[in-house]
C-alpha cells in the first residue's frame, strides 16, 4: 500500500502560477497527477518515472512541469499559465511497475486548484 499526501492547491488567477508537491510513504516507480474537473471524469495530467522520463497530458504541456526528488519520495507539479479549465481537484497518484504510462496504481485524497477568469 502506498500512501501519498498532496499540497499547495489555492486559488489563483488566469494567467498565474501554482505549485503541487506530494509525499509518497514509500519508494515507487513513478509518481504523477491526475485531475477531475466538475461534472467530469478523472483525467491523467503527467507522470515522471523513477529515472526522470515523463509523460504529459496534450492539454497541459508546454504549461505544466513534472519533477521528482527520489531521495525524499517527492514529486511536484509546476503550473503556469493556467486557465480557468484547469479548475479541479489535482490528485497525486503513483504506479508500482514500469512501463511509465498514463494510468496509476494508488491516488493520494486530492487538492483543489481554482482558477478565476
Known amino acids: 500500500q502506498v500512501q501519498l499526501v498532496e499540497s499547495g492547491g489555492g486559488l489563483v488567477q488566469a494567467g498565474g502560477s501554482l505549485r503541487l508537491s506530494c509525499v509518497a510513504s514509500?519508494?515507487?516507480?513513478?509518481m504523477g497527477w491526475g485531475r477531475q474537473a466538475p461534472g467530469r471524469g478523472r483525467e491523467f495530467v503527467a507522470s515522471?518515472?523513477?529515472?526522470?522520463?515523463?509523460l504529459y497530458a496534450d492539454s497541459v504541456k508546454d504549461r505544466f512541469t513534472i519533477s521528482r526528488d527520489n531521495a525524499d519520495n517527492t514529486v511536484y507539479l509546476q503550473m503556469n499559465n493556467l486557465k480557468p479549465e484547469d479548475t479541479a481537484v489535482y490528485y497525486c497518484?503513483?504506479?508500482?511497475?514500469?512501463?511509465?504510462?498514463?494510468?496509476?496504481?494508488?491516488w493520494g485524497q486530492g487538492t483543489k486548484v481554482t482558477v478565476s477568469s
Open positions: 497518484a503513483s504506479r508500482t511497475s514500469r512501463p511509465l504510462a498514463m494510468a496509476f496504481h494508488y
Open positions: 514509500v519508494r515507487t516507480y513513478a
Open positions: 515522471i518515472s523513477w529515472g526522470q522520463s515523463t
